[in-house]
């Protein structure tokens, strides 16, 4: 079965990317950005599972070492699997807003499902893996 690739959706998957990253820093508001069942699979092989998981997490990190920092990316590649399902393989790091070193930060690259959801495209997986040498 080939699925049927449209502009819109295309469109639709990167605006919601960019969502995501602008969401950095808002436990809630980023979390709403995957399905409420969504599997979040952290660089150290903890995985959040759904939304509240997600919220809880970040609400730590929010508060510690991610702190007044922005979430930086882009999106290397969208292969749609269905009409409904696609998969994205992207990268992106943290920047300190508060001129602390971004040094130390790791560089990822992380793949993400996005799924139709009640008429909307968002995130149902989430894997993100630090670049070697980094």
Not at 47 to 54: A, N, R, S, T
Not at 97 to 122: C, H, I, M, P
């Amino acid at each position: 079965m080939t699925a049927t690739v449209s502009y819109a959706d295309e469109a639709a998957i990167r605006a919601h990317y960019q969502h995501m990253l602008d969401s950095w820093g808002d436990s809630s508001a980023y979390a709403e950005c995957f399905t409420p069942d969504a599997d979040y699979i952290i660089a150290n092989g903890m995985i959040e599972h759904g939304w509240q998981e997600i919220v809880d997490g970040h609400d730590i990190i929010f508060s510690a070492w991610a702190r007044n920092s922005r979430l930086v990316g882009r999106i290397e590649s969208i292969r749609f699997i269905t009409n409904e399902v696609a998969l994205l393989i992207a990268h992106g790091h943290i920047e300190y807003l508060d001129n602390r070193s971004s040094d130390g930060n790791k560089r990822t690259v992380y793949s993400l499902v996005a799924q139709r959801f009640e008429g909307r495209w968002l995130f149902a997986a989430y894997q993100n893996t630090p670049l070697a040498g980094h």
